[in-house]
């Protein structure tokens, strides 16, 4: 009898996931590859996504298996996050998306005894971090400085875990493209070198291939000249092999000076 019970409750699982699956379709159709909004579905799909996170965290806090709440707040931090990036949130009393997203990432790590939830909680508490009013009341040194500490150290938490594969290839360029924001191209080929493969219908290919291009100039040489105010040419080419610090600056811009 315990193997027809265990069985039977096995079955109930697998349709009641599948019922909680088809928010997927849903999801898909209001997101672009990248998790972001997709303005073309109409006027309405702010509204429709707003919906859909409200929906699924009401049935995520009613459900009767943790395998099916993991998956409806997994839908309800993917859209609670789309509408983060969209800045929404009302300072005069509309929704804090910020705050839901990092209540969801908390529902998520309660469910840390099921694979992938701890990866999962950690991604989306990482996403709201970064989105956070006081991150955006810093300047951008401080801004990259605390962007590069958050993503080194989801690395170092979950580089080990197959069940972050796909949270970690986004972490993992976020950090390359800050890298290479910064100026430190060797950095970001090695992040890059770790991605391996990547499969042709991914959403992020081609973000990793313009940074793939934007790397591969790392050592090429520069082609650099310019009239001294002595008029006389001055050309990077004629100092080969010799170490050249070029200032750039605008008198009009008192911090470039």
């Not at 909680?121 to 300047?139: C, G, M, V």
């Not at 002595?230 to 070029?246: F, M, N, Q």
């Amino acid at each position: 009898m315990d193997a027809i019970d265990e069985a039977v409750d096995r079955a109930a699982l697998q349709s009641v996931l599948a019922c909680a699956k088809r928010f997927e379709t849903e999801l898909a159709a209001l997101l672009q590859p990248d998790g972001q909004l997709d303005s073309t579905q109409g006027d309405d799909s702010l509204t429709k996504l707003a919906s859909l996170a409200t929906r699924c965290g009401i049935l995520a806090n009613s459900a009767m298996h943790d395998e099916v709440r993991l998956v409806l707040l997994g839908y309800q931090a993917r859209a609670l996050s789309a509408l983060v990036s969209l800045d929404q949130s009302d300072d005069q009393g509309g929704p804090d998306w910020i705050s839901q997203l990092a209540e969801t990432a908390q529902q998520i790590a309660a469910l840390q005894h099921l694979p992938g939830a701890a990866p999962a909680a950690d991604y989306w508490s990482l996403i709201a971090e970064l989105s956070s009013p006081l991150s955006q009341k810093q300047t951008a040194a401080q801004q990259q400085a605390r962007a590069e500490r958050v993503l080194r150290a989801y690395i170092e938490a979950h580089a080990d875990d197959t069940t972050a594969a796909e949270y970690l290839l986004d972490i993992r360029l976020s950090l390359a493209t800050l890298l290479d924001q910064r100026g430190d191209q060797r950095a970001a080929a090695a992040l890059l070198d770790r991605l391996g493969e990547i499969p042709d219908d991914s959403p992020r290919l081609n973000d990793i291939n313009r940074l793939r291009q934007s790397v591969d100039r790392l050592g090429q040489p520069i082609a650099f000249e310019l009239i001294s105010t002595e008029l006389v040419r001055w050309r990077l080419s004629d100092h080969a092999g010799k170490p050249v610090l070029i200032h750039v600056y605008a008198d009009s811009v008192d911090a470039s000076v």
